[in-house]
Nanobody, 125 residues
């Protein structure tokens, strides 16, 4: 089973940018077949879906549409999340998730079977 490790989190001021990475290991050259997503969880809140990529498509939550961009480099076994125009409400622990094969980008947590440990993003006003 693939193992996921996120990085790239940090503290930025509102309006700033960050790029998160999620490196997959143990995929045995099958990374291209994985559908992946980014989720986030703020203290005291449920883990929420942010974006997903799979089946040749991407999908975004309304709250990040136009500001965040998801991409996947199969040669590097890496999923990225470019976050621009960050807002204080984007502050959360960000997690990447994976599932092999999907007919469309999944938005539900229950659809994924592999998760990373998370990376913290803090946006100050």
């Amino acid at each position: 089973q693939v193992h996921l490790v996120e990085s790239g989190g940090g503290s930025v001021q509102a309006g700033g940018s960050l790029r998160l990475s999620c490196v997959a290991s143990g995929s045995d050259n099958t990374f291209s077949r994985y559908c992946m997503g980014w989720f986030r969880q703020a203290p005291g809140k449920e883990r929420e879906w942010v974006t997903a990529i799979g089946a040749g498509r991407t999908s975004y939550a309304d709250s990040v549409k136009g500001r965040f961009t998801v991409s996947k480099d199969n040669a590097k076994n890496t999923l990225y999340l470019q976050m621009n125009s960050l807002k204080p409400e984007d502050t959360a622990m960000y997690y990447c998730a994976a599932i092999m094969f999907c007919p469309y980008p999944y938005v539900r947590r229950e659809s994924y079977n592999t998760w990373g440990q998370g990376t913290q993003v803090t946006v100050s006003s």
